[in-house]
């Protein structure tokens, strides 16, 4: 079956989306991550859609279950590199994707994780004020 | 108005959906759509693609390029027998839902686009028509 990769790297999962998902490949991927976030006891998800066309309501669903599941298996999730054209299209299309942190890319989500992990618990940490 | 260019696709499952994507995608990009239009007519063909299959049971999508004048556009048409919507209304406002998506597919999709027309009958099926001009 196909599936998109998920690699660890010490506490941290990632995903980098590089195919024109259909929906069961999005449900595959949901499924996936949180039985890997429960396996490893990773606390953050970085997943990268730089390569990612468009994010209709089914995709835009998905990474918002993925966010609010990792949450719950106590991991914070980034997702990170979403293309202009992405954006504008998501909002106009009524999809705000509230409840999931962004970063502009790799590496500005890596560094939002870091701060989210050593935030003391209980303390919601600013993502603006983030470099 | 002539129609300049015209892909016939069946819907009958994901895979097709992904199909769909691909063909508006590349009838966009001939027509000298911009980037951000072509994304909006690509995510609005996807969520009406998606509402064939799922709701109406599958069905063919028709993508055309249009030339009115000086005027260039896309056109897709999304046809199924299927069970048909009872109420349109609702079915357009925004979080309402049958299946086990967002309830964004059909009035997030007509936002996406110029002309956006449905007709539907209960028992006879569905059929969309969404136009995007340059």
């Known amino acids: 079956m196909e599936r998109i990769p998920i690699l660890r790297m010490g506490e941290y999962l990632l995903v980098t ?3 024109d998902m259909h929906d069961q490949l999005a449900l595959t991927l949901q499924d996936d991550l949180t039985s890997m976030i429960s396996k490893t006891g990773a606390r953050g998800v970085l997943i990268d859609i730089s390569s990612l066309e468009i994010v209709d309501s089914f995709i835009g669903r998905m990474i918002a279950s993925i966010a609010g599941m990792a949450r719950i298996l106590d991991a914070q999730t980034v997702v990170v590199g979403m293309q202009p054209a992405v ?3 998501l909002v106009e299309l009524g999809l705000s994707l509230s409840g999931v942190r962004t970063a502009l890319n790799v590496d500005k989500g890596m560094k939002l994780l870091r701060a989210l992990l050593d935030a003391p618990a209980g303390e919601d940490l600013d993502v603006r004020s983030t470099p | 108005m002539s129609v300049r260019r015209r892909e016939v696709i069946q819907l009958r499952g994901d895979a097709d959906v992904v199909r769909v994507r691909q063909t508006v995608r590349g009838v966009c990009t ?3 759509f ?3 239009d072509q994304t909006k007519m690509v995510t609005a063909a996807s969520e009406l693609a998606r509402n064939t299959v799922v709701h109406g049971r599958g069905g063919v999508a028709v993508v055309e390029a249009l030339e009115d004048g000086s005027k260039r556009g896309v056109r897709m048409t999304f046809e199924d027998e299927g069970p048909g ?8 406002q925004d979080g309402f839902t049958t299946g086990n998506g967002m309830g964004l597919g059909l009035g997030g999709s007509r936002r996406l686009v110029h002309e956006f027309q449905i007709q539907s009958t209960v028992g006879a099926g569905t059929r969309v028509v969404a136009v995007r001009w340059r």
Do not use: C, K, N, Y
């Open chain 2, 34 to 36: 911009s980037l951000v």
């Open chain 1, 17 to 19: 989306i590089q195919v």
């Open chain 2, 30 to 32: 001939e027509e000298g």
């Open chain 2, 85 to 92: 919507i009872p109420d349109i209304d609702r079915a357009f």
């Open chain 1, 87 to 89: 954006a504008i299209t």
